[in-house]
């Protein structure tokens, strides 16, 4: 007996409400894909990019990893970043962390988790970095600002890629947000880091930086 076949009924119930209301939306979608919004995000189960905006599958492209970094010598992140940008050509790239992150969480109390370890410390390079600002907050409030920090910081990092940076250079339209989901009430906030050229995603990383909370 399969233990999953629970999931197999739900996707088979989905796809039929999907058909009900469009019945020819998978025969369409099959086609193509031409989504203009790429999402970088937590690879926390809590946080599902397509419900959270409200969009149908073929309306964002995603990638997911925990705490939702982008490094630069992370070439599944590189080449997702690169295939959306050139290829889907999409409009917006969002960054998009949570409060509560577990990955965050752990970074910054130095948690010992194994292997992920080596991951998380691209997030405590950030909590290092922005130590002032992080220490000039109340305890209880740290671990939100980090959270908040860490979109910023990735942001950031979308827009030093040589494919996001390629891409302003061609004058295609393109813009970097960093956005910070709240789990207790479903809602977004935008950080207000959007750029769309490299020298508006310096003014904003310096503006959020100089915040004292």
Known sequence: ???????????????????????????????????????????????????????????????????????HSDLNCLSCIQYAVEVLQVKHIMVVGHYGCGGVTAALENRKLGLIDNWLRHVQDVMQKHSRLLEANPQDRQLARLCELNVVEQAFNVAQTTVVRGAW?????????????????????????????LAECMAANARVAAMPS
């Open 1 to 71: 007996m399969n233990p999953l076949k629970h999931l197999f009924d739900r996707n088979r119930a989905w796809a039929a409400r999907i058909r009900q209301g469009t019945p020819h939306f998978f025969q369409d979608l099959s086609k193509q894909q031409t989504p203009e919004y790429l999402w970088i995000g937590c690879a926390d189960s809590r946080v599902p990019a397509n419900e959270i905006v409200g969009l149908l599958p073929g309306g964002v492209f995603v990638h997911r990893n925990v705490a939702n970094l982008v490094i």
């Open 169 to 197: 250079d061609r004058g295609q339209e393109l813009t970097v947000h960093g956005w910070i989901y709240d789990l207790s009430d479903g809602l977004l906030r935008d950080l207000d880091v959007g750029a769309s050229d």
